[in-house]
């Protein structure tokens, strides 16, 4: 296993394009997260999943964004209509429910840039 | 889960201890105190996790006051590849979303 996987490692797109991020998670990770990170602060958590079910959904996740995680396995992450405040990087994460919140393993992250 | 407070930034000498505070001074008794890290463009790395007691594994040890409203995150032995963003966390085991709190950290430059 090499760990969680995020595709694309960066991306750049025009404001008001759509993006989908998408994120591999560890196979017997049943729980599985998003965060956002903006430069020079800790990650916000943003939604996470307990197998296919979106349990959590932040304040940050307005109705532009959604998430998905058909058959409990990988996650995509939409964002629709761009803004330049948008411009993050996109990390996931993944657990074993009952290793919360010191079994994280995070993913390396997507780099959004919206121009 | 309870606030903590770390300074913004340290540096510490290549092959010195690296020692990184944090204050919680509102933790409440079931709240355990965790240590992450980032490293530049990775996601965040787990370093250790404690309630009351030091604990030490391969990557560093965790002082906790007794009175368990501070404590020290201690690298024995820094290395170039140590310089990271620290973050300390405070929050309950399980049982809930797991979902982690991140604050802004502490910035550690180990240099040579």
């Known amino acids: 296993d090499t760990g969680v996987s995020q595709n694309p490692r960066h991306k750049i797109t025009k404001r008001g394009q759509n993006v989908t991020f998408r994120c591999d998670p560890i196979?017997?990770?049943?729980?599985l997260y998003w965060y956002r990170q903006t430069l020079g602060q800790g990650p916000e958590f943003l939604t996470y999943?307990?197998?296919?079910?979106?349990?959590?959904k932040s304040r940050l996740l307005s109705d532009r964004f959604s998430a998905e995680r058909p058959k409990g396995s990988f996650s995509t992450l939409e964002i629709q209509r761009t803004e330049q405040g948008d411009s993050a990087m996109y990390l996931c994460?993944?657990?074993?429910?009952?290793?919360?919140?010191?079994?994280?393993?995070f993913g390396s992250g997507t780099r959004l840039t919206v121009v | 889960d309870a606030k903590t407070t770390q300074p913004p930034s340290m540096d510490c000498a290549e092959g010195r201890a690296a020692n990184l505070p944090c204050n919680h001074s509102?933790?409440?008794?079931?709240?355990?105190v965790y240590w992450y890290r980032q490293i530049h463009s990775q996601g965040p790395q787990y370093i250790i996790h404690?309630?009351?007691n030091n604990e030490t594994n391969e990557m560093a040890s965790l002082i906790i006051t007794e009175d368990r409203k501070s404590s020290t995150l201690i690298l024995p032995h820094a290395t170039l590849r140590d310089t990271a963003v620290y973050y300390c966390?405070?929050?309950?085991?399980?049982?809930?979303?797991?979902?982690?709190?991140f604050g802004q950290g502490t910035t550690l430059q180990v240099k040579p």
């Open positions: 999943f307990q197998n296919e079910a979106q349990l959590e």
């Open positions: 966390i405070v929050r309950v085991h399980s049982g809930n979303t797991g979902k982690l709190i």
């Open positions: 404690g309630l009351k």
């Open positions: 994460a993944s657990s074993l429910a009952v290793t919360v919140p010191y079994g994280y393993t």
């Open positions: 196979s017997e990770h049943n729980r």
């Open positions: 509102t933790i409440s008794g079931n709240e355990y």
